[in-house]
C-alpha cells in the first residue's frame, strides 16, 4: 500500500480543495432522494394494518437513529485517527461530525417520544433502547462541551477522541438492546435481510430515507469540515494565498 498517497489525501489543503468540488454533488443528490423517499413513504407505501398512517413517522425516526449511531463511530474513529496516528484532519472530521450527530440523535428521540404516544400510551419510558439512546446524546453533548472548555485545540481533539473511544461501549448496547433485554420498543424489521418484518412498498423508502440521511451528514460534515481547516490553518501560507484571492475576485 502506497502510504504516501493516503497521507497526501488526508491533507487539509488537499482535502479542503477536493471538498469543494464534491459536495455540492452530494447537496443534489441528497435533495433527489429526499423528493423520492418522502414522496414514497407519504403517498406510496400504504397505511400499517395496525398503525395506521401513523406508522409513517419512521421515515424520519428510523434513519436518524441509524445515524446517531453511524455518526458516532465516525466521529470516534476519526478522533482515534488524530490521537493514535496525529492526522489532523482525523480531529476536525471528529468536531464537525458531533453536533450533526447530536442533532440526530435528539430527532431520534423527539419523533421516538411521539410515535410512542399513540403506541404506547407515554411519550417516554425508561427502557432499554431509550436510555442508552439518551446516553447517546449526552456523550455527545459531552464532546461538544470538551471542545469548546479547553482553549488548545490539540489538547481538546485528544481529550475528545478518548470520551468518543470510550463512548463507543454504548453503541452495541444501543443496537442490541432489543433483543438483550425486554423492552417496549419494537425488535428488529428491517435489519432481518433473510426476511424483513417490513412490506417491500414501505422498505424501499425507507432504504432511499437512510440514503439520503447519509448524504445530507457527508454534505454538511465536508462544509463544516472546510470551516475547521480554515479556522485551524489559518496562519498558513495556503489558506493566506486562498483568501487573498477570493477577496481578489
Known amino acids: 500500500m502506497d502510504f504516501s498517497r493516503l497521507h497526501k489525501y488526508a491533507s487539509p489543503m ?50 436518524s437513529a441509524w445515524m446517531s449511531l453511524f455518526i458516532y463511530m ?23 461530525s458531533a453536533p450533526v450527530g447530536a442533532w440526530f440523535t435528539f430527532l431520534a428521540l423527539a419523533t421516538g417520544s411521539l410515535w410512542g404516544k399513540p403506541m404506547w ?3 417516554w419510558v425508561w427502557d432499554a433502547r431509550l436510555t ?32 468518543a473511544l470510550v463512548g463507543t461501549v ?16 419494537q425488535g428488529p424489521t428491517v435489519t432481518k435481510f433473510d426476511a424483513p ?11 432511499v430515507m437512510s440514503l439520503a440521511y447519509t448524504l445530507y451528514f457527508c454534505t454538511i460534515v465536508l462544509v463544516r469540515t472546510r470551516c475547521e481547516i480554515l479556522e485551524f490553518e489559518r496562519n498558513t501560507t495556503w489558506v493566506k494565498q486562498r483568501a487573498a484571492g477570493v477577496n481578489a475576485v
Open 14 to 63: 488537499h482535502f479542503y480543495s477536493w471538498s469543494l468540488a464534491v459536495a455540492p454533488w452530494l447537496g443534489i443528490a441528497c435533495a433527489v432522494l429526499f423528493v423520492v423517499g418522502l414522496a414514497g413513504g407519504l403517498f406510496y407505501a400504504p397505511p400499517d394494518y395496525q398503525q395506521g398512517e401513523s406508522f409513517r413517522i419512521i421515515y424520519v425516526h428510523v434513519p
Open 74 to 96: 465516525v466521529m470516534a474513529g476519526a478522533g482515534a485517527l488524530g490521537l493514535i496516528w496525529h492526522v489532523k484532519l482525523g480531529d476536525m472530521i471528529a468536531r464537525a
Open 121 to 123: 400510551g407515554t411519550y
Open 132 to 163: 442508552s439512546e439518551l446516553i447517546l446524546l449526552f456523550l455527545y453533548l459531552g464532546y461538544i462541551a470538551l471542545q469548546g472548555a479547553i482553549e488548545d485545540r490539540r489538547t481538546a481533539a485528544r481529550a475528545g477522541a478518548i470520551l
Open 170 to 185: 454504548n453503541i452495541p448496547i444501543v443496537h442490541y438492546s432489543v433483543e438483550w433485554w425486554n423492552t417496549l420498543h
Open 197 to 207: 418484518s417490513i412490506d417491500t412498498s414501505m422498505l424501499i423508502p425507507l432504504l
